[in-house]
């Protein structure tokens, strides 16, 4: 049971326009939110993160906005840049003293010059 | 801050050989750490949570006496591949949790990973 989804394996967006990537998950439980950035052969990248008791993050060209009644949240890039193509994992955490991460399964973002 | 290294970062062995990969926290102490695996086209699978003192916990389906965890300090996790097969070729990334610079203390800041091939 797939409990963090991202259903769009891949999204494409021209430079200086804004990338919208979408995260679903099904685990009320979960009260913490984070996206990560992953380059091939390389290790994820901590981008931002939410806690539920928010609605909206923000940090320079990156904002995370959640939606807990419909257990959405999604990551905005504006404007976009070409070095911003990479494949972007949205996970969630429910808290407890393992601090696991249940991870979706990606988005290629390409942005195109 | 929250710097995590991983060493080495590419690794050739023999099939029937051990590979000892390491992951430190460079500018944080890390309660705890996790090792995953990633196969082509795929999510990060995670194999195992370790803290500091104490045995890993292993994920379903990771053999445990094939994938030798051990955490001896707050700063260095190793993962040791015990006798490689061809199977085990794959991407292997390690995360630490506990530092603080930005969010939740749960936030995993991962290493570059290890490339292991195994012949």
């Known amino acids: 049971d797939q409990q963090v989804k991202q259903n769009s394996p891949s999204l494409s967006v021209q430079e200086g326009r804004i990338s919208i990537l979408n995260c679903d998950y099904t685990?009320?439980?979960?009260?913490?939110f984070l996206w990560y950035k992953k380059y091939p052969a390389e290790g994820p990248t901590f981008l931002i993160s939410?806690?539920?008791?928010?609605d909206k993050n923000e940090d320079g060209r990156f904002t995370v906005f959640l939606n807990k009644s419909a257990k959405h949240l999604s990551l905005h890039i504006v404007p976009s840049q070409p070095g911003d193509s990479a494949v972007y994992f949205c996970?969630?955490?429910?808290?407890?003293?393992?601090?696991?991460?249940?991870f979706g399964k990606g988005t290629l973002l390409t942005v195109n010059p | 801050g929250a710097v995590v290294s991983q060493h080495p970062s590419r690794v050739i062995c023999k099939s029937g050989t051990s590979v000892k990969i390491e992951c430190r926290s460079l500018d944080f102490q890390a309660t705890t750490m996790f090792w995953y695996r990633q196969f082509p086209k795929q999510s990060l699978m995670l194999m195992a949570t370790s803290n500091e003192g104490s045995k890993a916990t292993y994920e379903q389906g990771v053999e445990k006496d094939k994938f030798l965890i051990n955490h001896a300090s707050l700063t260095l996790s190793t993962l040791t591949v015990t006798s490689a097969h061809p199977e085990d070729s794959s991407f292997y990334i390690c995360?630490?949790?506990?530092?603080?610079?930005?969010?939740?203390?749960?936030?995993?800041?991962f290493g570059p990973g290890t490339r292991l091939l195994v012949l």
């Open positions: 995360s630490a949790s506990g530092g603080t610079s930005k969010g939740r203390t749960e936030t995993q800041y």
């Open positions: 996970a969630a955490s429910s808290g407890g003293s393992n601090y696991k991460l249940t």
């Open positions: 939410i806690s539920s008791i928010k």
């Open positions: 685990n009320s439980m979960f009260d913490y």
